[in-house]
C-alpha cells in the first residue's frame, strides 16, 4: 500500500477537539509500561535470542550525555547542571565499564550502523574527551568508518563554536542537530536560554564545511512569552539557515514531572488558540518554504532521507523520533538510556547515584523493562503502520500476524468510525487510510489501537497531542 504524503490539513477547530494527552509512539508499548521485574538477566536472554535469528540486525548505538552547563526551564530530559569537568571523567569511566560489560552479549560481526549522541548537553565533552569516547565504541563494535554509517549528535551552539564542529566531523560525525527553540528574546529570558542566531549558524556552516551530511535544527512551540509575531520572526531566520530538517515540538508544561518547569509562570504561557495558531503558523511557513511535513512534529526537504525512506515504505520510529535505521537493534548507554532489542525495552536507570552503583559492583545498570508478548507485537506493528506511512492494508496485515483482522481488533474499529465522521481517516474492509485532515492527529488515531490507555488516569503521564 502507497504510503500517504499528502499536505496536512489545518482546521483548527478540528485539531483543538482532539487536543488530548496522549504517547508520542517512539516505543510501543511506552516507557510507562517498563517495570522492575525485567532486569539484566533478561536483557541478556533478548540479545542472545537476537543473535540467533537467521539474519541479525545490524546495531545502532543511543549515547546519553546528562550535564549541561545551566538549565533551561522548559526542560524534561534526563540532566545534571554542573561546570566541574571532573564529574564527566567520573561519568565517562563508568561509562566505559558499561561499553565492555553489554558489547561482548552481541555477536562481533554484526555492524554498527548508527550512533547517537543525545542528553544533557554531549558537546558538554571537550573533543579529547569525545575522541577518548568514539574510540572506545569504535574498539567494541563492529565499525566501518567508510562504509554505510551515522553519527549524530545534539549540539547546543551556546557551548560550541565551528573549531568544535569541524573536530566532531573529523572523529566521523556526519549528522548534527541543533536547539534553538525560539530566537525571540522575551521568550529565551523567560526560559533562561540565551542564544543567538550569529552562534546557531556558525555551527551550522561548520557542520556544511566539515561534509555534514545532514543538520537539523529543534523549535518548541507553546513557551512561555510566545507570540505569533516572535515565532514568525524565528521562522523565517531558521528558514535563511536552510537546515536539512526542522523538529517543531509542543512543549509539555508538566511541573510536577520536571522540577526545572516549577520556574515557568503558568500564567505566561500561550492559551490554547494562541499554542494551536503558532503550530498552524509553522505548518504554513515550512511548507511553503519547500520542507515536506513528513508527520508529528517533523519537516524536512524533499530530497532528505525521511522523505525518501517515507516515499519508499521504509520509515521507522524509534526513541530519536522518525529514523531511517528502523532495522537496527538499539543499544542504549548511560544514565536513563533505553534499549531496544528485538521484542524487548529495557532502560538504565534514571540517577547517576544508581548508574554508578550497579557499574561499581560489575553488573549492568538495567532498572526496568519489558518483553513483548503476541499482542504488543500486533499492536506495535498497527501503530507505527499508521504512524510513520499513514496507511494500513488490513488483508496483508491479517497474513503476517496470522490473525482475522476485523475479528481481532473489533473494539478498536468502532472507536475509529468516531474518527472516521470527522474525516480523519477513510475506513473500509480492506484499508484504514489517514486522510490529509487527519495527518495532524496521527498520535490520536494510533492511540485507538492502545491497549494500555483504558483508564484515563493513565493520559495524565503524557504531553497533549498538538
Same mark, same amino acid.
Request: aromatic share 8%.
Given at each position: 500500500m502507497r504510503t500517504i504524503t499528502n499536505a496536512p490539513e489545518f482546521d483548527a477547530q478540528l485539531v483543538a477537539r482532539y487536543d488530548v494527552a496522549g504517547p508520542r509512539y517512539t516505543s510501543y508499548p511506552t516507557a510507562p509500561q517498563?517495570?522492575?521485574?525485567?532486569? @539484566?538477566? $533478561?536483557?541478556? @536472554? $533478548?540479545?542472545?535470542?537476537?543473535? @540467533? @535469528?537467521?539474519?541479525?540486525?545490524?546495531l545502532s548505538l543511543y549515547v546519553h550525555v546528562p550535564f549541561c552547563l545551566s538549565p533551561c526551564f522548559?526542560?524534561?530530559?534526563?540532566?545534571?547542571?554542573?561546570?566541574?569537568?571532573?564529574?564527566?571523567?567520573?561519568?565517562?569511566?563508568?561509562?566505559?565499564r558499561e561499553v565492555?560489560?553489554? $558489547?561482548?552479549?552481541?555477536?562481533?560481526?554484526?555492524?554498527?550502523?548508527?550512533?547517537?549522541?543525545?542528553?544533557?548537553?554531549?558537546n558538554f565533552l571537550d573533543l579529547p574527551r569525545m575522541a577518548a569516547l568514539v574510540e572506545c565504541l569504535e574498539d567494541h563494535f563492529c565499525h566501518d568508518r567508510h562504509g554505510a554509517r551515522e553519527y549524530g549528535i545534539e549540539i547546543d551552539p551556546r557551548f560550541a563554536d565551528g573549531d568544535y564542529v569541524r573536530g566532531l566531523g573529523a572523529l566521523g560525525f556526519n549528522r548534527i542537530s541543533v536547539g534553538i527553540q525560539d530566537f525571540d528574546p522575551v521568550v529565551q529570558a523567560a526560559v533562561n536560554r540565551i542564544q543567538s542566531v550569529e552562534q546557531t549558524r556558525e555551527v551550522l556552516v561548520a557542520a556544511r564545511e566539515a561534509g555534514f551530511g545532514s543538520a537539523s535544527v529543534d523549535l518548541i512551540y507553546g513557551l512561555p512569552r510566545q507570540s505569533l509575531e516572535g515565532f514568525e520572526r524565528t521562522l523565517d531566520e531558521v528558514i535563511t539557515l536552510a537546515p536539512d530538517r526542522v523538529a517543531v515540538y509542543g512543549y509539555a508544561h508538566l511541573p510536577n514531572l520536571f522540577r526545572a518547569q516549577r520556574q515557568i509562570e503558568a500564567d505566561?504561557?500561550?492559551?490554547p488558540a494562541t499554542r494551536l495558531a503558532l503550530f498552524g503558523r509553522a505548518l504554513e511557513k515550512l511548507c511553503g518554504a519547500g520542507y515536506i511535513y513528513v508527520g508529528m512534529d517533523h519537516f524536512a526537504r524533499a530530497d532528505d532521507e525521511l522523505v525518501r525512506a517515507q516515499r519508499a515504505g521504509t520509515l521507522q520510529r524509534n526513541f530519536q523520533g522518525y529514523s531511517t535505521h528502523?532495522?537496527?537493534?538499539?543499544?542504549?548507554?548511560?544514565?536513563?538510556?533505553?534499549?531496544?532489542?528485538?521484542?524487548?525495552?529495557s532502560q538504565n536507570a534514571r540517577d547517576l547515584t544508581g548508574y554508578?552503583? $550497579?557499574?561499581?559492583?560489575?553488573?549492568?545498570?538495567?532498572?526496568?523493562?519489558?518483553?513483548?508478548?503476541?499482542?504488543?507485537r500486533a499492536r506495535r506493528a498497527v501503530i507505527s503502520e499508521l504512524m510513520c506511512h499513514g496507511a494500513l492494508d488490513l488483508a496483508a496485515f491479517s497474513e503476517r500476524h496470522r490473525l482475522d483482522f476485523a475479528e481481532y481488533f473489533a473494539s478498536e474499529l468502532e472507536r475509529l468510525d468516531g474518527l472516521a465522521t470527522d474525516g480523519l481517516i477513510v475506513l473500509d474492509r480492506r484499508s484504514i487510510q489517514v486522510t490529509p485532515r487527519g495527518r495532524l492527529l496521527l498520535r490520536n488515531i494510533a492511540m485507538c489501537f492502545d491497549a494500555y490507555l483504558r483508564r484515563p488516569s493513565e493520559l495524565s503521564r503524557y504531553s497533549r497531542t498538538i
Open positions: 517498563f517495570h522492575v521485574d525485567f532486569g @539484566e538477566a $533478561a536483557l541478556r @536472554e $533478548a540479545a542472545r535470542w537476537s543473535n @540467533e @535469528e537467521p539474519m541479525p540486525r545490524p522548559y526542560c524534561g530530559c534526563t540532566r545534571v547542571i554542573t561546570r566541574d569537568m571532573a564529574k564527566a571523567d567520573h561519568y565517562l569511566q563508568r561509562l566505559q565492555a560489560l553489554i $558489547a561482548p552479549m552481541f555477536d562481533r560481526d554484526r555492524p554498527l550502523r548508527q550512533l547517537h549522541f543525545g542528553g544533557g548537553t554531549p505566561d504561557l500561550p492559551d528502523g532495522d537496527c537493534d538499539i543499544i542504549g548507554l548511560g544514565v536513563s538510556a533505553i534499549s531496544r532489542i528485538g521484542d524487548s525495552y554508578y552503583a $550497579a557499574l561499581d559492583n560489575g553488573r549492568l545498570p538495567i532498572a526496568r523493562g519489558l518483553m513483548l508478548d503476541e499482542d504488543d
